[in-house]
């Protein structure tokens, strides 16, 4: 789990929202900084027809994605082995 590089052990055994919420944030740099530029749409998608859209619908997916890391992390903590 990616949260759990960061965070360690102990965030698995007891998760928070904003660690998984911080680093779904995190990982729209890399696309927003590095691959829409690679394949011509420029830097935050500012070569776009809607480079305000593109960007806010980027980071709500990243978003929704730290949140999916969150409730698996819940769903771990919630084992006995943990």
Do not use: E
Request: charged content about 5%; aromatic content about 12%; overall charge positive.
């Amino acid at each position: 789990m990616s949260s759990l590089a960061y965070q360690g052990h102990a965030w698995l055994q007891a998760p928070t929202l904003a660690p998984a919420l911080w680093f779904g944030l995190g990982t729209a740099v890399f696309p927003l900084f590095v691959m829409q530029p690679a394949m011509g749409a420029g830097f935050a998608s500012s070569r776009t027809p809607n480079p305000l859209k593109n960007c806010t619908k980027s980071l709500a997916n990243h978003l929704a994605f730290g949140c999916g890391l969150y409730v698996a992390a819940l769903a771990v903590s919630s084992l006995a082995w943990v």
